[in-house]
């Protein structure tokens, strides 16, 4: 066949219209909002009954909801005493209320997953952090098995009778680290219904306190760890409202034997949210909720990055009873991902500065 | 002080108008055609980000491996996700087939892969959905957000990206692979993985892109190694027509810069005649204790000067000239080129380079003590020269590298001029016969250090527009012959739709001689995709393509691209569709960017293929109504008369080549405009002679005499030098050239023809420069 265009150049050139508009980067996920959903996700199941948590099928997947995260952060050290923050988190997000996976075409699954991975390195102070997007595909990506084994890739959180085992390698950051629940699981909110806002909540439940033990590699040295870690998993369609604009939230170890966990909602009007809450749990495992009304959380110490944005590295929480004070483990803990955000290691001390446990802290919507 | 000397030089400078001008001229001409060749390709750069397909966005390699399956994407995902991919950044799987209506379905995770596969022609204010696609070749049936009827099925459209010469004219759907297997089916087989390497080399490539757009095509592909049972190819192996048209570029840029070397050679030359002019005063100067530097840099911050004016003259010169050459072209712009800063930059370095390299070097050898010149050691050093063009031309397989080797010869040719100008001074001063004759002679030669370098300009123009004219005339006639081969029905009819109903009927219309149907089919050839077209290969038929005899089922003639892609040669054997095809002959197919192999109906249906007719050649005695007879039957086929098709495909190859021409003969005026101004300042020279002879009554024919025979000789010392440059030049771009950007060899045809333009322009300009007067030259203002 010969073409018109022997000559390419003029072939090309005559054959061109204006380039096409410009680009839509990443718009396919809209990762943007994948928190912050109103009425359009009606076709989804909406937490907005107290229901029983059932395990460990409640420890899988929900796909008839539109977002769902499974969340581990660990405070670790190494025989040689050398500190280690881990995060591992996998995100589900639903594009369309459709099965998860259509039996007879998995490429056809409106599921997609995202996983963070993180590891700060207090010693040295460095935050490596990877992250990882697939669509659901029993090759790629998804949540199959009782107990559950949740994959993304090959980073995977796999359920056992007493907890869960995470493995994750990119670069020269990999963990494989086996957690046992210390403590019993604790349902959040009113009995697992976590209000966020009028209307908005979700189903949320975590491991408190769970020790851990395994191997870790960081700036490729490999490392025998152990410490304490918090999980938590939720699940909902929508969980803020507009008005809402971020949150902070800590999941605090305390060497008395308690741990905590208390987030603050922040409003765009600067307001304080009334859906603000806790929960102590005490070194037997009861626990004790906590409304907006019985903490107060203050910023203390803020460190701006490079490109001006500030972020509250050491805060005040003040329960009535005492007041904590919480200092990140160093300032610069930002994942820079597709939703950038700062998560990383905290200690704790009283006002004195005595050291009175680990945590981890997480800061949303600070970054543009 | 620096100042004050650059006023006094730049006095000098503007008391010596004919040479400031050819100085600016030069600069200005070789500036625009830096910043025209630029513009132009930034242009076609432009519609090429827009014509590129949705799903090889960013997307540097592909990679495939026999029997690809998801297993393995999934193992090379999780390599990606450990980090044990080196360089790669992102990927994503790829799917592709065709649906039983024709279009053509390219299906690609949206999710997983990013911004893979949707970045490009989507409309911003346009969500985008999974459901729905970005679309081909819909001519006008498909519109952003007004859904598309497909195989039964409703498709939203999200972007639409416009057909062109340089993709596949099919329908097309870029779609998610889970609409993408909804359409094709679940078992259709994935065909490739898609991935985005960063890498040193492809961060130059970038760069150099930004730089000189074309450029890239010059260098090799950075390979990407994914360890055993692994294929992986560099994107343009699926974007063959972008590739073909940015080694266009290359080439082009290259002869863009032509003008600007010459130009370098006129600064240079001028700069000289102005320091051995300016030589008694600065001896003085630095006797009284100026320093040398401050004398150097007052000189070069006038030149300077002057070249910042023609720098900026020349940089909307070059914007003319590219709106000029596109608009010669026909090419409609959405706007006026844009000068920006990339391009500001780039015209102002090459003002600046043109300006310090000449003035610099001038003043080095004005003021470096002179050694006695060893004339065994300069022809030793030329052979030495070219014995290492030969062996990089050897040794390398990309563009950059035959460039480099002719830079080196040009430059070769450049020094040549002087030892040639030196033998011929030492043959002059053996000659007998006419005084005026011997005199005109002895000055042409015996001043080699103020003519050579414009010798070695117009040799250097008349070179490479012999070179050129010889590789376009060859290629001429190459096209044209394919084209009387290839051209012998008198209809060709393209349709969406079968045609095979048709043959009948026409085969019964009166005054056909011959119906022969074609079909086409895309597949994947060790990886690359090939477009494969089949029909009924009879003896007639395969002699279109060069093979005497008709092509048995397991016989395939295949094009020189693909010949080249693939490493075979004729007589090898390529697997397609897991069934060897023994290579029995080759087609040089101008123009056609992708890989093609042709093969008859029986070998088609041995590789599974569903046997389609999508065009008609046609034989007819009267092919006008017969023409009109088809077109009242079938309304929306697209008919062609053959000669028609002739005619506008030589049209098209010679507009193409206007801008070789216009690029040479820029190149050309410039280095008329050095010679103008070497011979202008040695006529200054040789003026007290001159007055001599006036006295003694020379008269106005001897005088003409003198300036003729000079003339000529400078003219056939440029010739020696230039018929060699210009015939290994024009075999360089036949052999190496054409095979590494385009895939194709071209035999070098020496025409009588090719030669004349160069020979007639050189010659006018070497009469001109030596011939003409310049006014004010007897009142001693010639610089």
């Known amino acids: ?142 949540v199959n098995g009782t107990p559950p084994v949740v994959r993304v890739g090959g980073w995977q959180l796999t359920f056992t009778e007493s907890g869960f085992d995470v493995a994750a390698t990119h670069a020269d950051i990999a963990v494989e680290l086996r957690f046992e629940a210390a403590k019993p699981v604790v349902a959040q909110g009113e009995g697992g219904l976590s209000r966020k806002s009028p209307g908005n909540a979700s189903y949320y ?156 802290m997480e800061l949303t919507g600070y970054a543009p | 002080m620096t100042r004050l000397l650059t006023r006094s030089f730049l006095r000098f400078i503007l008391r010596a108008p004919f040479s400031s001008v050819s100085v600016f001229l030069g600069v200005l001409l070789g500036v625009a055609s830096v910043t025209g060749v630029h513009l132009l390709g930034a242009q076609v750069n432009a519609s090429l980000d827009g014509l590129r397909p949705p799903h090889l966005e960013r997307v540097t390699h592909v990679a495939t ?63 985008v959905d999974l459901q729905a696609a970005v679309v081909r070749g819909f001519d006008g049936r498909a519109e952003v957000c007004e859904p598309l009827q497909v195989s039964g099925r409703t498709i939203p459209v999200i972007g639409t990206l416009p057909a062109s010469e340089l993709t596949d004219d099919a329908p097309t759907l870029f779609v998610d692979l889970g609409l993408g297997t909804s359409l094709l089916g679940v078992d259709q087989p994935l065909q490739a993985v898609l991935l985005e390497a960063r890498s040193p080399t492809q961060q130059l490539a970038d760069g150099l892109e930004l730089l000189m757009p074309g450029m890239s095509a010059g260098l090799s592909p950075p390979a990407l190694p994914l360890g055993d049972g692994w294929q992986v190819h560099d994107v343009q192996t699926e974007l063959a027509g972008f590739g073909l048209a940015r080694a266009v570029l290359f080439n082009v840029g290259a002869l863009g810069s032509l003008s600007l070397l010459v130009a370098v050679l006129l600064m240079y030359q001028t700069c000289v005649i102005w320091l051995r002019r300016q030589r008694d005063i600065l001896a003085r100067l630095m006797d009284i204790g100026v320093p040398r530097a401050a004398l150097a840099a007052g000189f070069l911050c006038a030149l300077l000067l002057l070249g910042g004016l023609a720098t900026a003259a020349g940089l909307l010169a070059g914007q003319g000239l590219a709106q000029a050459l596109l608009a010669q072209l026909a090419v409609p712009t959405a706007s006026a080129l844009a000068l920006t800063a990339t391009v500001v930059i780039k015209a102002l370095a090459s003002g600046v380079l043109v300006c310090l390299f000449g003035g610099v070097v001038a003043w080095y050898f004005e003021w470096r003590p002179r050694h006695r010149r060893v004339r065994g050691a300069a022809w030793f050093t030329a052979l030495a020269i070219a014995a290492a063009s030969g062996w990089l031309l050897s040794r390398t397989d990309g563009l950059i590298g035959v460039f480099a080797v002719i830079l080196l010869v040009a430059g070769l040719v450049c020094w040549m001029s002087l030892p040639l100008l030196d033998t011929g001074r030492r043959f002059t001063e053996r000659l007998r016969g006419s005084l005026l004759v011997r005199l005109a002679l002895r000055e042409a030669t015996w001043y080699s250090g103020d003519l050579a370098l414009a010798v070695a300009a117009l040799a250097l123009a008349l070179g490479v527009s012999i070179g050129v004219g010889l590789m376009v005339d060859s290629f001429r006639r190459e096209f044209v012959a394919m084209l009387d081969t290839r051209l012998q029905a008198d209809l060709y009819v393209t349709a969406d739709t079968s045609v095979a109903d048709a043959a009948d009927w026409l085969a019964g219309q009166p005054g056909v001689r011959r119906v022969a149907l074609y079909g086409d089919a895309e597949v994947r050839v060790e990886g690359q995709p090939v477009s494969v077209g089949y029909g009924a290969f009879d003896a007639a038929e395969a002699r279109r393509y060069g093979y005497p005899r008709a092509l048995a089922a397991n016989e395939v003639l295949a094009s020189e691209r693909a010949l080249q892609a693939l490493q075979r040669s004729v007589g090898d054997v390529a697997t397609v569709g897991g069934v ?57 086929w697209t008919i062609t008369n053959q000669q028609i ?139």
């Open chain 2, 645 to 783: 098709m002739r005619g506008t495909a030589i049209r098209v190859f010679d507009q193409t080549f206007l801008i070789t021409e216009a690029l040479t003969a820029l190149a050309m005026i410039v280095a008329a405009v050095a010679l103008f101004n070497a011979l202008g300042g040695m006529r200054l020279n040789q003026q007290a002679t001159s007055e001599l002879l006036d006295v003694l009554g020379l008269n106005r024919v001897e005088r003409l005499t003198i300036d003729f025979t000079r003339a000529t000789t400078v003219g056939t010392v440029a010739l020696l030098l230039a018929l060699p440059l210009g015939l290994w030049l024009g075999w360089v771009l036949c052999s190496e050239v054409n095979p590494r950007a385009f895939g194709w060899r071209i035999d070098l045809t020496l025409a009588p023809a090719a030669f004349v333009t160069p020979l007639v322009s050189g010659a006018v300009a070497v009469l001109l420069a030596g011939v003409l007067g310049v006014p004010g030259e007897r009142r001693g203002r010639l610089a």
């Open chain 2, 65 to 127: 491996r026999q029997d690809l399956d998801v297993h393995h994407y999934a193992e090379l995902a999780r390599r990606l996700q450990e980090g044990s991919l080196a360089g790669v950044v992102r990927l994503a799987p790829l799917m592709e087939g065709t649906l039983a209506d024709g279009t053509r379905v390219v299906a690609t995770d949206w999710l997983g892969g990013g911004a893979v596969g949707i970045a490009a022609g989507v409309r911003a204010d346009v969500e």
């Open chain 1, 205 to 360: 439940y975590s491991f408190p306190r769970l020790t851990v033990q395994g191997t870790l590699r960081s700036q490729n040295e490999a490392h025998l760890v152990t410490g304490l870690a918090w999980f938590d998993h939720e699940w909902s369609t929508s969980v803020l409202s507009d008005a809402q604009t971020g949150w902070d939230w800590f999941a605090l170890h305390l060497h008395d034997g308690r741990d905590l966990m208390a987030f603050r909602l922040r409003r765009a009007d600067g307001a304080r949210d009334p859906f603000d809450h806790g929960v102590v749990v005490a070194a037997d495992g009861a626990h004790t909720g906590l409304t907006h009304e019985d903490f107060t959380l203050t910023p203390v110490r803020w460190w701006a990055d490079e490109s001006g944005v500030r972020w509250p590295v050491t805060w005040h929480l003040d329960t009535g009873s005492e007041r904590l004070v919480i200092h990140a483990a160093f300032d610069d803990q930002r994942m820079q991902t597709l939703i950038s955000y700062w998560e990383g290691a905290v200690w704790i001390s009283n006002e004195e500065g005595e050291r009175l446990g680990e945590g981890y």
């Open chain 1, 1 to 142: 066949m010969i073409r018109g265009g022997c000559l390419l150049l003029l072939a090309l050139l005559c054959g061109c219209s204006p380039p096409p508009p410009a680009s839509l980067e990443s718009s396919s996920l809209r990762l943007g909002a994948l928190l912050q959903e109103g009425a359009a996700a009606q076709p989804f199941e909406r937490a907005e009954t107290v229901r029983a948590f059932r395990f460990p099928e409640d420890h899988g997947a929900h796909p008839t909801f539109r977002s769902e995260w499974w969340y581990v952060t660990a405070n670790l050290s190494a025989a040689d005493g050398r500190a280690f923050g881990v995060q591992f988190t996998i995100f589900r997000q639903a594009l369309a209320p459709e099965p998860a996976t259509p039996p007879n075409n998995p490429w056809a699954s409106q599921q997609v997953y995202l996983a963070h991975f993180a590891i700060s390195d207090v010693a040295a102070g460095e935050h490596t952090e990877a992250e990882w997007l697939s669509r659901a595909h029993p090759a790629l990506a998804g």
């Open chain 2, 580 to 636: 060897p095809l023994t290579i029995v002959g080759s087609f040089p197919g101008f123009g056609d960017a992708g890989l093609r192999l042709l093969l008859s109906v029986d070998g088609a249906a041995r590789l599974g293929f569903a046997i389609d007719y999508r065009r008609i050649g046609i034989a007819a005695d009267d092919p006008s109504s017969l023409a009109s007879a088809l077109a009242a039957r079938h309304p929306t």
